[in-house]
């Protein structure tokens, strides 16, 4: 597995995130409380950083991961988010994509590891 460690202090973070907040808040106040559990465990994290985004080598925006953790990303998400994530590994040239849905009691997660 890619990153073992990494992934299970992530996802560690993410439970004690949401058992003290619950679920039902917006998903902005669990990333912002995220970003405080991740750096209290010692990890560097970036908050909404941008990516260029190019087409036919001219630039058509930005591409803005809710979090990169030790140059990882790490994103709320539904159902739907595992191709964007796909897509996100692409443009940043990252390796691994750790998907965290708050909105149940039980965390939900997924890794997302881009193909060699």
């Known amino acids: 597995m890619l990153y ?3 992934s299970e202090s992530i996802i560690g973070a993410a439970m004690t995130v949401l058992n003290e907040l619950r679920p039902g808040l917006d998903e902005k106040l669990y ?35 809710d979090l990169i953790v030790d140059t990882k ?18 443009i940043t040239g990252l390796e691994l994509a750790i998907l965290i849905n708050f909105r149940e009691a039980k965390l939900d997660w997924k890794r997302v590891v881009k193909s060699r």
């Not at 560097?44 to 080598?57: D, L």
């Not at 990303?73 to 692409?90: K, R």
């Open 4 to 6: 073992p460690e990494l």
């Open 31 to 65: 990333e912002n409380a995220l970003v405080i559990e991740l750096e209290q465990r010692g990890h560097a994290v970036e908050q909404q950083k941008q990516f260029p985004v190019y087409y036919s080598q001219k630039k058509i925006g930005h591409l803005i991961p």
């Open 73 to 90: 990303i790490v994103s709320v998400f539904n159902e739907t988010h595992v191709s964007q994530m796909l897509g996100y590994l692409a």
